[in-house]
């Protein structure tokens, strides 16, 4: 049997995650009450402990990409790092957030062990090189209208920065409008900077625009998207938007996976993930 390469792996408080382990980047949209957000965590960690999976825990403190200036965009820096670092301490969990702008970074990186660059910035060198110089770990999230070789520029820019920390996150392209599909030879692509690989099999549903004033989406979707990225190998962890109850969620709700669900779901994407592996691997 020829010998695989060993898969790259990213420091996220003191952990390395990836070097062939599946891991998940998992949790609602955005920050919404307090007693919800950690209903949502302490089930999240209770099910990837039950299964051996590292687990960082993902909200965001503000969505700045809303389709109308009606949506909601969250309860803000200020609030929204109190509430992800209460988070942290009280279910032993690492965090990842967004970071819109350059001056953000700092701040957030008090708090959170991930600073995630959405998919519309991946370009805009000061911010990725601001979350690179916090020497925190850093996902940088494909642009839609992205090649995915072409992230390698993205990394190059952290990476020059002194930050070699890093995540490439495939969240599916445009394919003509309000619709996305996932091109399943973007992972071995963006593998080729050296860094993990994640799928993000939520927003990879996603309907942009198809609401009128919001994103539509079908969540339906997501374990079959899921399973298939795992399948090619090349995918090191994946990222999840999980809800209780999607469907009045405010934000991201049509592509969301509902929470009550979650489990079985990752049980399909695992049984996939080990079925890749050589006997008595790992």
């Keep these: 049997?020829?010998?695989?390469a060993p898969r790259p792996s990213t420091m996220v408080a003191g952990r390395p995650l990836g070097a062939g382990k599946l891991?998940?980047?998992?949790?609602?949209?955005v920050l919404e009450a307090p007693d919800l957000v950690h209903r949502i965590a302490g089930e999240?960690?209770?099910i990837a402990a039950a299964r051996g999976v590292p687990l960082v825990f993902k909200s965001s403190f503000d969505k700045a990409n809303r389709s109308s200036t009606r949506g909601v965009r969250g309860p803000g820096l200020e609030?929204?790092?109190?509430?992800l670092s209460e988070v942290k301490q009280r279910w032993k969990v690492p965090v990842v957030t967004d970071v819109h702008t350059a001056e953000q970074c700092a701040a957030a990186a008090e708090v959170v062990d991930v600073l995630q660059i959405p998919a519309f910035l991946c370009r805009q060198t000061d911010l990725l090189i601001a979350a690179a110089e916090t020497g925190r770990a850093v996902n940088i999230k494909k642009g839609q209208f992205l090649a995915p070789w072409d992230m390698g520029n993205a990394t190059a820019k952290c990476e020059a920065a002194g930050n070699r920390n890093l995540f490439v996150t495939e969240r599916g392209a445009s394919f003509g409008y309000g619709r996305l599909v996932v091109d399943m030879n973007s992972f071995a692509h963006l593998g080729k900077t050296g860094h993990p690989v994640i799928f993000d099999a939520t927003h990879s549903v996603q309907e942009p625009g198809a609401l009128g004033t919001s994103t539509g989406g079908d969540r339906t979707k997501v374990p079959a998207l899921a399973r298939a990225a795992v399948?090619?190998?090349?995918?090191?962890?994946?990222f999840f938007e999980v809800h209780p109850d999607p469907d009045r969620a405010p934000s991201?709700?049509?592509?969301?996976?509902?929470?009550?669900?979650?489990?079985?779901i990752l049980d399909g994407v695992l049984a996939v993930h080990r079925a890749l592996r050589p006997q008595g691997a790992g």
């Excluded at 891991?23 to 949209?29: R, S």
């Design 44 to 46: 999240l960690v209770e």
């Design 1 to 4: 049997m020829t010998q695989q």
């Design 79 to 83: 609030r929204g790092l109190a509430l």
């Design 231 to 238: 399948a090619t190998g090349e995918v090191d962890g994946l």
């Design 23 to 29: 891991f998940l980047f998992a949790g609602p949209c």
């Design 252 to 264: 991201d709700g049509p592509n969301m996976v509902r929470l009550e669900e979650f489990a079985a």
